[in-house]
C-alpha cells in the first residue's frame, strides 16, 4: 500500500489536515508536511535564506532586531520542513494542496522546486477548482486555509497528476519570478505574478478619510474588499510607507495597528486623482454613501462567480473547454467540472 503525504502552505491548513487524519481519520494520509512561510513577499532572487527572511519580516514589522525566540522558530520551522522532504521516497504518493492565492502558490512552486523532479506519484490538488453552493449563491475557496476538515476528501476528486512537461513549466514560472527581482507576488487573472511594492497604495488611500480613523479599520477594509489575498501586515507596513511618503497623517503610537490613527493628507488626495476610479470612490465614501457603497461591491464579488458559471454553461455544447475558459475567467478544471455535471457540495 503506497503512503501518501499531504502537502500544503500555511499553518492552518496544516492543522486542518492533521485533524482530518489524526483526530476522526476524515482523510488517508501518513502524514502532513507544512510549509508556512509566506514567501510571496520579500526578495526571492538568490533564493529562500532564513537570515533573509527574519530581515524581511522584521522590516514590514518595524523592529530594529531579531529576537532569538523569533529567530528559532522561523529557522527550526524551515529546518523541519526540509528534513520532511528529504525524507520523502520516491514510492510515495504526494498530494499539494492550494488556492488562487499568492502565499500557497509561491510555496507550491518552491516545494517543486525542493522536490525534484519527483514526479512518479505527484498530484495537485487545486481547491479553487471546486465550484459550491451555499444558500443559493456559488462560490470558490482561495486558500486551502479556508476549507473545514470535513470537507477535505470531498477535494481529493480534484487531483491531478504532474507530468515532466508540465513540471518544467512550473520550475520555469518560479525561476521567472525569482528574476523578477520584485519583493512582491500576487495571484491576479489566473496567474501568479511579480508587481511593484505600492500595488496596494491606492486601495489604502481610497479607504482613508479626511478625519482620523484607527488604522486596523483601513487594513480591515482593504483585505475584505480587494479580490487578491494579502497579509495585514503588509498592508500596514505600506501604510506606515505613506505615513513617511507624507500621504497619510497619524497620532497615536506610530507601528502599532490598533493604537495609530490615520487621515489622508493632500498629497494623498493628489496621488489618488492619478486614479479616477479610485477618486469617485473615495469621494463617494466622503459623501456619505460608504455603506451603500462596499454593499454593491460585495454584492458585485459574490455574483461575478455566479454569472460566470451561467456564462459557461450556456457555451458548454457550443465550445471546447480552454475557450470557454478564456472567454469566462473561469479555470479549465471548473469547466470540466461542470461540464461532466458533478455535483456541487
Known sequence: MQNIIHICFSPSAGGSLRYAINNKKLLEGKGVISFDDDISQGMIRDG???DERMHWWNRISGKDEVTSLESNYLKEGYREF????????????????????????CGMLYTLELLKYKTTNMYLINVSDMIEESSNDLYTYISMSEIMPEKLKSFIKLKRKIELKEYDTLLNEWNSLKNDNLILRIFKDGKIRSVKDDYFDIDILKYTEKEFRK????????????????S?????????????LGMIEFKGIFGVMREMEIKITQKGLEYIRNDLKAMEFWENREGGLQKQ?????EAKKQG????KITIAKKLIDVLDMET??????????????LKNGEKML
Request: proline share 1%; aromatic share 10%.
Open 48 to 50: 529562500i535564506n532564513t
Open 232 to 244: 495585514d501586515g503588509y498592508i500596514f507596513w505600506r501604510i506606515k510607507e505613506l505615513v513617511e
Open 215 to 230: 488604522s486596523a479599520r483601513i487594513v480591515g477594509s482593504v483585505m475584505a474588499f480587494s479580490e487578491i489575498r494579502i
Open 324 to 337: 470557454i475558459a478564456e472567454k469566462t475567467g473561469l479555470t479549465i478544471p471548473q469547466v470540466r467540472n
Open 304 to 307: 461575478r462567480m455566479e454569472e
Open 82 to 105: 526540509y528534513k520532511s522532504i528529504s525524507k520523502i521516497k520516491d514510492s510515495d504518493v504526494i498530494y499539494l494542496w492550494y488556492g488562487h492565492c499568492g502565499n500557497e502558490i
Open 293 to 297: 457603497i462596499e454593499i454593491t461591491n
